[in-house]
């Protein structure tokens, strides 16, 4: 039976910054995942993903995504791959809305780079969206877009480079603590002991959390990308900003720009998802749904609704009130849960590596996660 130092199962955003963060510290890691990575089948796909640091979640999360930021750069050096591009971001809705006040609760509160843009000047720089009475934007210039897949591609790269064994297409069975503190894990291949294990397995946290654990929901997201509209005006969709935008019936809309000519723009909601089997492949995503978002670009962005060009279903693995779970299991303090980022977590997944390996190896971080603990959802769960 092999030993390792720490064992981490799902190698996603989480799981391979997780494990590459181990490896670069020395220690011996086996990383386990039941597909091959990155792949299309959880949460860390989706050819862009959208990076920001006003946010409007809560000013709590300015330090980790700035810290972030650093991360990001350090691995673009680090892998000689670009992984982030600046492109500013636009956060719209009514000005008591969670997202437009929210952003700029965050903004003021860190003394981050903003504006706010009213009607006309939205007209004048960025035309291709309309405001309704009472509607504004915030403009922070330095919001962007991380190329997923790649991510967890160098992320992976730079595990393997540290030492780390990473297994694919191997699902985790089961787990269990031994006597001497560590844990056994049995897979489809055999059984193998660590002294730690970091459980990162998104969409399949629920099947190898213990019994008790507060319930995680997944969903499934409909994604999808549009062409340019005829007649769009010759600066092309890769001059547009990243943006979300809170719509009066409370769904939040959602865009990225295209990475490459002819990708097009992304776009979907945010906030309308629907429960996801992960014993079952999704739903591929459905006319309706795909006529939504459409309807939605046409009445609220007029100058980027173009044909459709493709689609895409992702799936959010969700806590009760939608923040992280960042934190030991109670009572076998050598098992650390990263997982439940509720659909807004990937562009945190190098701070959260760090975290989960302070975790790991000290017991506590001096990264500011305690928000995330599974105590106070253990609380709301009646545990």
Known sequence: MSAYDAIVVGLGAAGSATAWQ??????????????????????????????????????????????????????????????????????????????LSGSLASARAHNLPHEILEAAEMRRRFPDFVLAAGEAALFEPLAGVLRPEAAVAAMLARAAAAGALLRFEEPVLDWTATAEGGVRVRTAAGTVEAARLVLAAGSWMAQILPRGCPQLAV???????????????????????????????????????????????????????????????????????????????RRYCPGLAGPLLAAATCRYTSTADSHFLIDRLEGQPQVVLVSACSGHGFKFAPTIGAAAADLAIKGQTDLPISGFSLARLSAAHGG
């Open 22 to 99: 181990l490896a670069a510290r020395g220690l011996r890691v086996l990383g386990l995942d039941r597909f091959r990575p990155p792949h299309d089948h959880g949460s860390s796909h989706g050819r862009s993903r959208i990076i920001r640091q006003a946010y409007w979640e809560g000013p709590s999360y300015v330090p980790l995504v700035l810290d972030a930021y650093e991360r990001w750069h350090r691995l673009e050096q680090a892998s000689g791959v670009d992984l982030l591009r600046i492109t500013g971001g636009l956060m719209i809705g009514p000005a008591d809305g969670a997202v």
């Open 219 to 297: 969903e499934r997201l409909v994604v999808a990308w549009f062409g340019r509209p005829a007649g769009a005006s010759g600066a092309g969709a890769t001059a547009q900003p990243i943006w979300i935008r809170q719509l009066p019936d409370g769904r939040e809309l959602y865009g990225l720009p295209e990475l490459e000519p002819g990708e097009g723009l992304k776009a979907a909601f945010h906030n309308v998802r629907t429960p996801s089997d992960t014993t079952v492949a999704d739903q591929p995503a459905q006319p309706t749904e795909l006529a939504a978002i459409d309807d939605a670009l």
